[in-house]
Structures are given as structure tokens and as C-alpha cells.
């Protein structure tokens, strides 16, 4: 092999690291939601792809309606989210987790089995919801960064928009984990997450806690949607491929670790775009799969898992 075939397979393995890791970005925002709510409530959230598109949906529909930038539609749709997520759990998902068998002196299982038929109930009724207002048209958040790309060199470069992506679930998990690290409502919520028995006698309103967790999971899932909605078209019945690669970057990283979340991320992120380089695109899915399964059998608690 001469000096420049090397050169040439050197940056096709560049390039295929660099794509990877910002596709690994977009998977993180994708992820992040459903690891806050199991890392804090040990809800399995099975609607939480569903929450995706729901964002998406409404912030093209604001878009449309307002005329506003793409960009501020996010900063709407977000505390909305918020809302709907505190809603929810407060009035729902606080009746059918894991701690709320435990405080009824039922097995954790059992709350475990609840939650996960209440939130498949909640992905079905979100799914036809949407079938129902905006059809199963196609729609999609118009842009001009899909079409360009940073360069880094001659030879070197990668999309705009999924740059835009990795930047944002880096800066969306260091606020997250700051938030959970210096403020009095994220002690509260680490608290609660290792010892809710414990956080409950200490004077701690835990279903307010939940609450807030939630809603900061849904205002975390209404970025990832927008970003869903710059990238591709969607359709209502797209949330559960959406949470089948959430639960795939979770897992990679540790149920319940942010920083997981993200090192998952990048990591299947890498292997998928490197394996579509040297095996072609059709061995991209298989990739990820075996990934995730060599994982669980090498180290079943994920490469970051909470301690």
C-alpha cells in the first residue's frame, strides 16, 4: 500500500470518527430524557419517543402559525413541555411507579409492570392523537443547514447541522448536571432518587420531586424533537424507533447516568458510521445491535452506570 492510499484510508477513518461522534450527539439528545426519568424515578417511560414527535409537531405547527425563526420556537415549546410533563406525572405516573408499589408494600416488579402498561397505554393514545390532528403527512422543519457542511480541511469535514447537534447535547447535559449538582431542587431529586423513604422523613415532598423530573425530561425531549424535525421528516408513528435507539444509547451508557447518555451516544454513533464505511450502509443497524449486546454481556451495567 503506497504512501497515498494510506493518506486516503487515513481520512475516510477520520472522517468516519468524526461523523460519528456528532451523529452520537443527536443520539444523546434523543436519550436524554428517558435516562433522567429512569435514573431518578426508575420509570421505564415507553411514550417517550412519542413525547419526541409531539415536540416536533408543535414546533412546526408555532412555526407555521407565528412566522417566527425556527430557532425561537424551541424556547415556547420547552416550558410547555415542562408543563405537560410535571401534568402527567403528578397525576399519573406518580400512581403506578416503582416507589408508589413500594409504599403500598407491593413488589417493585409489580410497579415496575404498571408503569411500563401505562406508559404503552399513554404512547398509543399520543400516536393516534397525532394521526388524528396533523394526519400521516409527512412534515419537517425547514432549513439551510441539512445542506451545509464545516470544513476542516481539503479533505476534511462534517454537517453543520449535526454539529449543531453534538454542541447541544453537550451544553443541555453539563446545564442538566450542574442543576442536579448545585441546586437545592437537584439535591432534592439525587436524594429522592437514592433513598425516597429516607427523602420523604427529611421533610421532602417526593411526588412534587417526581414531578419536577419528569417535566425536566419532557423540556429536555421538546429539544431533541426540534432537532428531530430539522433533520428529517416525521410522521405520528415515528416514536418508537425513536425509543428503541434511546433505549440502545442508554443502555450503552449506564441506566441512569447523563454523562452515559452522552459517551453512549458517540459511541454507537462511531460504530454505526464506521461500519457503513468499511461494511456499507446496510451493516449500520447490525452494528449497533451487536455493540449493545456485547455490552450487556461483558458489562450488563453499561459503560458509565450510576453508582
Known sequence: MGNEDLYWAAIDFANGLLSGAMLGGYYALISVGLALNFGVMRLV?????????VAAYMCVTLISATGMPPFWSILVVAPVMYGIGYAVQRGLLNHVSVQAAERRNMSPSFGLMLSLLVTFGLS???????????????MSIHNDLSFSAIRLSEDLSISTLRFGFFIAAAVLLAVLALWMK???VGRAIRAASDDPEIAGLMGM???HIYSVASGVALASASVAGFMIGMSRSFQPFDGPPFLLLAFGVVVLGGLGSLLGSFVGGIVLGVVQVLAGTYFGPASQQMAGYLLILLVLAVRPQGLLAKK
Open 124 to 138: 398509543i393514545v399520543l400516536s393516534q392523537g397525532m394521526l388524528l390532528l396533523f394526519s400521516a403527512n409527512a
Open 45 to 53: 417511560n415507553l411514550s417517550h419517543g412519542d413525547w419526541l414527535i
Open 182 to 184: 448545585k441546586t437545592h
Open 205 to 207: 415532598r417526593t411526588p
